[in-house]
């Protein structure tokens, strides 16, 4: 049975199916940029010319990692969430008691007490550390580079090169500089290919594939849920991610802010905060976007569900199921009596009944819904569910009017926090900074 999106409640509340037809109606301008684009090299996420050459890449160098007890990443927001997401989802024995390996370790933050506690516990000899960041210069990776760059060569002295890997711009930037000075394994994030896009590509399969996850089934999903896109462009409109994209746009004109990204899949739960910075650092712009609101299910009913459900209707959902989860063990029948409906019942029975219900209850809490139900949970579903959000994320950018492929909010406290630390050629940020420092603060302890 192939994945579904059900959308029997998607236009319910102020939402009805004629807000579509105007999205509709743009379906041929859109399949010529999409056409133009794709074309002209500028959309890798969806035509991924870069995979005969990763294959190629990554055949000699897996073995290579599978020497290691422990993989280091260092890297941030589009550089950490897709390889989290397929660690808790493919290969979640790590979070789990009597593990033996191999271990992930994520280093996406700036936490000295975390990133001391990291470089004290592991072992320089049994690490391998991967370095990604697209532009070479992110700071936060930089500083965490230049550290842990220290720390391997304090340990193993001249061979510190070979247990460092990056993952960056194939011609440019600080990362490719060090690479070609060092000698250092480099792997390509091709022009074009955002961080918050680039999952699928080395960024997140070279972690996958030192996990043991089948990184190339990943790629077989998205390139299925790519194919009439990139093929036959002008097949968008029947395309369920432009329907999506239709949607979410009808969820923006008729006022709602907020979009929930409700899983029920316990194990791709990490892919909600993936998926909420693709979509709020491609749609965020210009005044507009709906912000996304990762959940859940079943931890969220018992938390912020109760907003979901009765707090100001400004929400649309994304309510994420698949129909063949594991069930687990039965109960026996000696289940207490008040509870003699459980007997004899999986516990997975549970998990259905309870998504059953909160979708039941969003809908008639007047929540507009769309059910995405996927077939199986394996990675070559994850890579088709993660393509689809990317191609609705990139189709709702075009049909707002904004560019969802940049960031420039995003850039401008970059350049303030760079101004901050000294780096110089930021005369306007200094003087901003400045400014603001020098305001009257207005302080009360508690």
């Not at 859109?30 to 294959?55: H, I, N, V």
């Not at 972690?207 to 036959?232: S, T, Y």
């Not at 929930?260 to 909600?272: E, L, R, S, T």
């Given at each position: ?7 029997s409640?998607a236009?319910?509340?102020r ?5 579509a037809a105007?999205?509709?109606?743009r379906?041929?301008?859109?399949a010529?940029?999409?056409a133009r684009e794709?074309?002209?090299g ?6 991924m ?7 190629v890449e990554?055949?000699?160098l ?13 890297g ?5 969430l897709?390889?989290r997401?397929m ?17 992930l370790?994520?280093a ?5 007490e975390?990133?001391e ?5 592991l072992?320089?000899s049994?690490?391998v550390?991967?370095?990604i960041?697209k532009?070479?210069?992110?700071i936060e990776?930089l500083?965490?580079y230049f550290?842990?760059r ?6 193993l002295?001249?061979?510190w090169?070979e247990?460092m ?6 011609r ?14 480099a792997l390509e ?9 680039s999952?699928l590509?080395?960024v997140?399969?070279?972690p996958a594939?030192?996990?043991g996850?089948?990184?190339q089934?990943?790629?077989d999903?998205a390139?299925e849920?790519?194919?009439?896109l990139?093929?036959?462009p002008?097949?968008i ?8 994209a239709?949607?979410?746009k ?9 979009l929930?990204f ?13 998926f ?6 491609s749609?965020?712009k210009?005044?507009?976007?709906v ?5 859940t299910g079943v ?16 929400k ?5 199921t698949?129909?063949n ?13 008040q509870w003699?409906?459980?007997?004899a019942?999986?516990?997975g ?14 809908c008639?809490s007047?929540?507009?819904l769309v ?8 990675p070559?579903a994850?890579?088709?569910l993660?393509?689809l959000?990317?191609?609705a994320?990139?189709?709702t ?11 420039p909010?995003?850039?401008?406290g ?5 101004a901050?630390l000294?780096?110089?050629g930021?005369?306007?940020e ?5 400014a603001?420092l020098?305001?009257p603060?207005?302080?009360e302890?508690?």
């Amino acid at each position: 049975m192939p994945h579904s999106l059900e959308w029997s409640r998607a236009y319910t509340a102020r939402l009805s199916e004629s807000d579509a037809a105007g999205c509709e109606a743009r379906s041929a301008e859109l399949a010529q940029r999409l056409a133009r684009e794709t074309a002209a090299g500028e959309l890798p996420f969806l035509s991924m010319p870069y995979r005969a050459k990763l294959e190629v890449e990554m055949a000699p160098l897996t073995p290579r990692l599978k020497a290691y007890k422990h993989m280091l990443v260092l890297g941030i927001g589009g550089s950490a969430l897709g390889a989290r997401a397929m660690q808790r989802a493919f290969a979640p024995g790590q979070d789990g008691p009597g593990h033996k390996g191999p271990w992930l370790w994520i280093a996406d933050n700036v936490c000295a007490e975390q990133f001391e506690a990291l470089l004290a516990k592991l072992s320089p000899s049994e690490t391998v550390v991967v370095c990604i960041s697209k532009s070479g210069g992110t700071i936060e990776t930089l500083a965490q580079y230049f550290l842990v760059r220290d720390w391997l060569k304090a340990a193993l002295g001249k061979c510190w090169q070979e247990q460092m890997i990056v993952v960056t711009d194939e011609r440019k930037g600080y990362l490719r500089e060090e690479a070609v000075r060092y000698g250092l394994t480099a792997l390509e994030v091709p022009d074009y290919l955002g961080g918050r896009y680039s999952a699928l590509s080395a960024v997140g399969l070279l972690p996958a594939a030192f996990l043991g996850i089948d990184w190339q089934a990943l790629l077989d999903g998205a390139a299925e849920v790519a194919r009439p896109l990139v093929e036959q462009p002008e097949s968008i409109a029947r395309h369920p991610s432009f329907a999506l994209a239709c949607w979410a746009k009808a969820l923006e004109d008729h006022g709602y802010s907020q979009l929930i990204f409700f899983c029920y899949i316990p194990q791709w739960a990490a892919y909600g905060p993936w998926f909420g910075q693709l979509w709020a650092e491609s749609l965020g712009k210009d005044g507009k976007g709906v912000m996304p609101v990762p959940a859940t299910g079943v931890t969220d009913q018992h938390s912020i569900n109760q907003m979901f459900l009765d707090g100001p209707r400004d929400k649309g959902c994304i309510f994420l199921t698949s129909r063949n989860q594991a069930q687990g063990r039965n109960f026996g029948m000696d289940v207490p009596e008040q509870w003699a409906w459980l007997r004899a019942k999986p516990f997975g029975s549970l998990l259905e009944a309870e998504a059953l219900g909160t979708r039941m209850a969003l809908c008639k809490s007047g929540v507009p819904l769309v059910h995405i139900e996927m077939s199986d949970t394996g990675p070559r579903a994850a890579g088709a569910l993660m393509m689809l959000l990317e191609a609705a994320t990139l189709f709702t950018g075009w049909l707002m009017g904004i560019n969802p492929l940049d960031q420039p909010a995003v850039e401008l406290g970059k350049r303030l926090a760079n101004a901050r630390l000294g780096a110089g050629g930021y005369p306007r940020e200094e003087a901003d900074l400045a400014a603001y420092l020098a305001a009257p603060q207005r302080k009360e302890s508690f």
